[in-house]
């Protein structure tokens, strides 16, 4: 059936934004396997879990299916992933390597990043991130990855502010 004109410049439906069990007001210890389910990152990674809310920071109780990843996205927000069980590998803007039990990783903000676990075991990860933006981030397109990776020119110092006069004091 073909699409109408009205259809076809209507906006895309918005995804439902996921919502961690929110913490506080009583709610001060949580049982992470039985609080919720949800995808990490539904149009990027296969990592799934739960998640808990408070008013600055979120933390999640994820796994990652053997063999299975995250292919190249980014968040405004910083994210930091702690290994319990299995080994990650990962690239973040173009460095890579293999986090093992123990390891944390940062992902900075806009940090174009990708994660695979290894073959033979899932992965299971605490998440953190700051609440600045939500738990999903925007699938990185081919062109903007490769940007991304390659590394990135220093800075350009501009001009120092100018310096505030010193109130005379009495």
Known sequence: MPKTAAASNAAPAARPVPQGVKAGKGKYCFEMARVNHMMGGPDYSTAHGSLVEGERF????MRMPKGTGASPHNHPN??????????????????TGVAHPGSLLYF??????????SPDQDVVFLT???TSYG?????AEAK??????????????GRAPAKRRASSRK
């Open 58 to 61: 979120m933390m999640g109780l």
């Open 78 to 95: 910083e994210q930091w992933v702690y290994i319990i069980e299995g080994h990650l590998s990962y690239n973040v803007d173009g460095t």
């Open 108 to 117: 900075p903000p806009n940090a174009v990043h990708s994660t695979q676990a």
């Open 128 to 130: 953190g991130k700051d």
């Open 135 to 139: 738990l999903w981030g925007m699938k």
């Open 144 to 157: 903007q990855a490769a940007k991304r990776s390659k590394p990135r020119a220093p800075a350009k110092r």
